[in-house]
């Protein structure tokens, strides 16, 4: 998976709209995020993990916690991910649930989590529980693993190279799709065992 562009709109520390063009970064598809404590580093990692998982990328921060405390009630909290996978691109764009200025009088009203995903062949998907699966199935891994492979924050690197054998092998399974050597050399012990 490559990360196109990153909207995030209320979202964390930021308070109005930002766009992140990862294009301009180049095609290796490896980026370094730095700068100051408090920065926003961290909420980039969250933004993408919230478009892809409907979930932050920490532990510590909740759904609830992700609109920006600097924003006014007319601003709309969402992130928005264009990547790509497999030489196609998709587009997700979710928004939790907060609170917004109503559009009648001038009460506030609050504003329902929601999603929807753009897909290669012009279809899109309006249902949280049907976009999780797509996204899951179409990158193959769970968030807790994307975390530790496609994301690694703040020492999370460490988290991954003192994992349990078994999960480490799991998560290199998926990610290089060795499954199919994996069940070519269980044979061939099953073949050399029998003869």
Request: charged residues 25%; hydrophobic residues 35%.
């Amino acid at each position: 998976m490559r990360p196109l562009q990153l909207t995030m709109s209320a979202f964390g520390p930021y308070a109005g709209q930002t766009v992140i063009d990862f294009t301009k970064l180049g095609e290796s598809g490896v980026y370094l995020i730095t700068g100051d404590t408090g920065a926003g580093k961290t909420t980039i990692f969250d933004a993408i993990t919230y478009a892809l998982y409907g979930e932050p990328s920490g532990e510590t921060r909740g759904v609830s916690t992700l609109r920006s405390k600097y924003s006014d009630l007319q601003t709309p909290t969402f992130v928005e991910l264009i990547f790509r996978y497999s030489d196609k691109q998709y587009k997700v764009k979710r928004n939790p649930e907060y609170e917004r200025q109503s559009n009648r009088g001038d009460g506030t009203t609050i504003q329902k989590a929601d999603a929807e995903m753009f897909l290669p062949d012009g279809r899109v998907i309006t249902k949280l529980k049907d976009i999780n699966a797509e996204l899951e199935k179409i990158l193959g891994i769970n968030r807790d693993q994307f975390k530790q492979i496609a994301m690694i924050a703040q020492g999370d690197f460490l988290k991954l190279l003192l994992a349990e054998t078994k999960d480490r092998i799991a998560i290199f399974q998926k990610i290089f799709k060795t499954n199919n050597y994996q069940t070519l050399q269980f044979r061939l012990s099953e073949v050399s065992r029998d003869l």
